[in-house]
């Protein structure tokens, strides 16, 4: 147990002390997926949910949530976002919208938590939206497919999902 940063040598849970490291630039870019049916892909597309503008509600949505991920993940540091992006990438043919969240800080810390809750949080913005129209839409495949900065230095996932 001594070997994993989140506890300590006596078993207990803590935040990873990072005041000693240096603050670098870092970033980190997650992705995800929400499946639908045509129809509701070509009423958001359209813009013709009721509810609004739901790409951009969700965008909002997604920013907003890294901003806030050390409220929702117990373990992760409060950090100074120095920039947010959530873009999305509309598939036509499977009816689905690819979201990407990318995120930027110059801190001590990593910034991957904060780009998987900001994808996380603009699909489910999306499935709350729609839901009315479509209960059996499927949030699939967040995950982190790329960060540089820090200790670890620079990742990119071998397999686009």
């Known amino acids: 147990m001594a070997d994993l940063t989140h506890i ?23 992705r995800g ?14 813009q013709t949910i ?19 991920t050390s409220s929702l993940i117990p373990m992760c540091h409060p950090l100074n976002i120095k920039h947010a992006q959530v873009d999305f990438f509309p598939d036509e043919k499977n009816s ?5 969240a990318t995120v930027k800080i110059v801190d001590q810390t990593g910034i991957e938590m904060e780009a998987l809750t900001a994808v996380s949080v603009a699909a489910l913005t999306i499935y709350d939206m729609c839901k009315a129209l479509d209960k059996e839409m499927v949030i699939s495949d967040i995950c982190l497919m790329e960060k540089s900065g820090g200790k670890s230095g620079k990742f990119v996932r071998s397999s686009n999902k």
């Open 8 to 30: 300590d040598s006596k078993g207990h849970v803590r935040m990873v002390d990072v005041s000693e490291k240096n603050a670098t630039a870092r970033s980190a870019t997650a």
């Open 33 to 46: 997926k929400i499946t639908m049916t045509p129809e509701i892909f070509r009423q958001i597309m359209d």
């Open 50 to 68: 009721k509810k609004g503008n739901v790409l951009e509600t969700a965008r909002i949505a997604g920013i907003m949530a890294a901003k806030q």
């Open 96 to 100: 689905r919208f690819e979201i990407e």
